[in-house]
């Protein structure tokens, strides 16, 4: 047991689920608000919403961890408490699980396989890395012939505002919240008010495993005019770090600039996939199925936009049309039930909205289309995995990120032509290619206009590798080292000998 480990506070009561600010689970000084089980539309929690005071507090409270105990722990010692989070989380399993599912409405078999683990692993694939990273040294010659020697530090930037999204809380949260922490930063984050619930449970295993008091602390809200607008706007914010759409990613640039803070952007995406006519079909409709409709289709490296070369199109268009409608909605808490409900019931009519939109438009429907009924679950968000051809490149349903279990198809003849349809975005965040030329797999993922590029697979992922978006899909790069660029700032140290 960590000697600075405080006793663990009792479980939090998620059914009123607080700010965590200094260490200590506090009410919110603003309004309430609802929290809806998005299967059944029931009132799950109620959400205590920050202050522009409690993002202030919460903001002192990280800055004062930087000079306590925590801005002065070696880079091992801050591994082991990584460590111990990611066990911390994972001892909680079940919690997490719980809690995740009651705010999304995704189904056990994706969250217990994706976003806790993931969240979970997180620490360590940063504690990992901290380790490893080093820095340069230059020797320069002088007029004098003794010499200079230049080395860099790589120091924390100080306090790290955290906005995310409502998608894959936990696990885009640690995503963030796990290097800035492994490069000795503390953070203030502001989990989607969608979604509140695992960042506030995190607080508690914060304070199970010892993480001191400030390092970590988490303010609910919304965005404009509440607190995720107090937290970017707040002088004494280092840096800020955001996933969301790219709409809210330029409000939040424009924030930052005012004090000049850096940004790590990860943003919307309308991502492509590309089929020739020497793809593995059956490799290529799992991977397509799995790119098209997981997570009911909210996957920011999810696919929307499908070009498949003329003379397999046919066989690709019913066999990915079979796999829509193959999906079992249900009970998220159910294993037989591989297809949740979307996160809202607004997100429900703006994917719905794209659904009349494409009928309006002529689309030719070989799946889905609208909402589906579910048994015992009448009043849940749910839309049906739909696929779509027929329509021009410049339709709305083409052009638009909708965020939901949908995919339109369109057919090309030469590899310039598909390579052409898949740039012709002002997205870039990922592409999936489908060959079994090699070839033709290394060419057209050169000339791919995005951030990350799979070939014959999909949301493979090494989390050492760079992560993050091209074009209006987002700025900077997080995983691996690329993370810690950011999260730390560099200075050069000139010594003359
Ligand atoms: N590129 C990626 O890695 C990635 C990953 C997941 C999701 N996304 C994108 O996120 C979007 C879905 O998530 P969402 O609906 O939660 O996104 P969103 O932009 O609506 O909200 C994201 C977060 O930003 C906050 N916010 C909203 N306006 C703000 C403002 N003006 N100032 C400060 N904070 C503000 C919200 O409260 C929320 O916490 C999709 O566009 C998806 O593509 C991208
Ligand atoms: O919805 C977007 C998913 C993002 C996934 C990651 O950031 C990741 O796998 O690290």
Redesign the pocket.
Known sequence: MNESARPATKTVDLTRVPNFIGGAFVEGGGTTFENRFPATDEVVSVVTEASSDDVDRAVSAARKALKGPWGRMSIPERVALLRKLADGINARFDEFLKAEIRDTGKPVSLASHIDIPRGAANFNVFADQILTVSTETFEMPTPDGAGALNYALRLPRGVIGV??????PLL?MTWKVAPALACGNTVVV????ETPSTATLLGEVMNEVGIPEGVYNVVHG???GST??FL?RHPDVDAIT????TV?GE??MG?AAKGVRPVSL????KNPAIVFDTADLDKTIEGLGRSCFANTGQV?LGTERVYVQRGIFDRVAEALAEKARAYAFGDPFSKATSMGPTISRVHQKKVLSYYEKARAEGATVLAGGGAPEVDGFEKGYWVQPTVWTGLPESSAVITD?I?GPCAHLTPFDSEEEGVALANDSPYG?ATSIWTQDLSQAHRVAKQIEVGITWVNCWFLRDLRTPFG?SKS??VGREGGVHSLEFYTELRNVCVKL
Do not use: D, Q, V
Request: hydrophobic letters at 35%; proline letters at 8%; charged letters at 15%.
């Open positions: 906005i995310c999204p409502w998608n894959l885009l502001k989990p989607s008010e919304f965005g404009p995720g607008e970017t955001f996933t969301g759409e809210t409000a939040i924030a990860e943003l919307g995406g920011c990120e965020f965040l978006g899909s987002g």
